[in-house]
């Protein structure tokens, strides 16, 4: 099989690889299609603290399973299926508390295992879920982005009265957008970037109010208006200090990054406020909630995807994907 292999750090290759076999409790997929994400780009270039080589990426993926392992019921044989990456031990303390994307012993499918930018990935049978014939295949791979937004959007709570700040229309601003306006019904959707295409693309994904704020600070844009749910979905340090002056008292704020560097927050900014923060990485188990966003149509994953490409041109995919921000979102391999 065909597998897109990060061999070390600046090294990717499209390599033949054997086929693999799903031990006990696992099956394998044979995958159909697979969406860039920054996390893959992340692994090439070596900034991934977690990831191991040589490594088959990708982490977003969908396909029709072709194999069981032991234990797995054969009639699974031919189900169409998105899988969750998120691989846990399942006893842990934050396993027993329903937290299993912040296992003790996290694997993340393409980061610590071999990954869905291949013909082929094998998966526990219950990261594997059945897509239903309403989403095409063409889309499911989009469902685990959009788990992303589910599980920040479940520490936020967000309800009708709130009037939501996005910090970022990339991926995972423009999921949040939708799920915000069209799951959660949040009167307002604002929404800051730098790049205008970006908020083109926002404003098309359903945000309200889009604010570029390369130039005029976002206070000054804002006026009076404070914010009472806040996502930093850009991910740079300086953005919660930001936030927490921006918030209105009582808001929540969630942070998706994973920036090293320190951000510098008072205790009386968020005290004063009561602001409360919440930060969210990954997702624990949103799958089956986002297949039902998208088989009642309350959000559109194809607003998200700018490219179509073949495994075969996945450098140049990837490629696109890092360095064109303004006319490249998501970026969809097909694989087979
Ligand atoms: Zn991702
Ligand atoms: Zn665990």
């Avoid at 997929?29 to 977690?50: E, L, M, Q």
């Amino acid at each position: 099989m065909r597998s897109v292999v990060i061999a070390e750090p600046g090294k990717l290759l499209l390599e033949e690889r054997p086929l693999p076999q799903p031990a006990a409790g696992e099956v394998r997929v044979k995958v159909n299609y697979a969406s860039i994400c920054g996390s893959d780009v992340h692994i090439w270039h070596g900034h991934n603290p977690f990831a191991r080589y040589p490594r088959v990426i990708g982490h977003e993926f969908f396909g029709v399973i072709d194999a069981t392992g032991e234990g797995v019921d054969p009639a699974r044989l031919g189900e169409r299926v998105a899988v969750d990456p998120v691989v846990s031990c399942g006893h842990c303390y934050p396993c027993s508390v329903g937290r299993p994307n912040v296992c003790s012993e996290l694997q993340v499918i393409g980061v610590h295992h071999d990954g869905g930018f291949s013909e082929y990935a094998v998966a526990p049978a219950r990261n594997a879920y059945r897509v239903p014939e309403a989403i095409p295949d063409k889309l499911a791979s989009l469902i685990e982005p959009f788990t992303i937004a589910a599980n920040i959007c479940a520490f936020l709570q967000p309800k009708p009265a709130d009037v939501a700040l996005i910090f970022g229309a990339g991926p995972m601003g423009l999921t949040a957008i939708q799920a915000l306006k069209n799951v959660f019904k949040v009167r307002k959707v604002i929404v800051a970037d730098r790049l205008p295409e970006r908020l083109a693309m926002a404003q098309e994904n359903g945000a309200d109010v889009v604010l570029n704020n390369s130039e005029t600070p976002l206070a000054t844009q804002l006026g009076s208006e404070k914010p009472t749910l806040i996502i930093d979905a850009a991910c740079h340090p300086a953005i919660l200090a930001e936030a927490v002056a921006l918030a209105s008292p009582a808001a929540r704020i969630g942070l998706l990054g994973f920036s090293g560097e320190p951000c510098t927050v008072t205790q009386q900014s968020l005290t004063s406020k009561e602001l409360s923060l919440f930060t969210s990485r990954l997702n624990s188990q949103r799958f089956p909630e986002v297949i039902g966003w998208l088989e009642q149509k309350l959000i559109q994953p194809e607003k998200l995807v700018t490219h179509y490409m073949p495994l075969s041109d996945v450098e140049a995919a990837m490629t696109l994907f890092e360095k064109d921000p303004r006319s490249c979102c998501k970026v969809i391999l097909s694989i087979s």
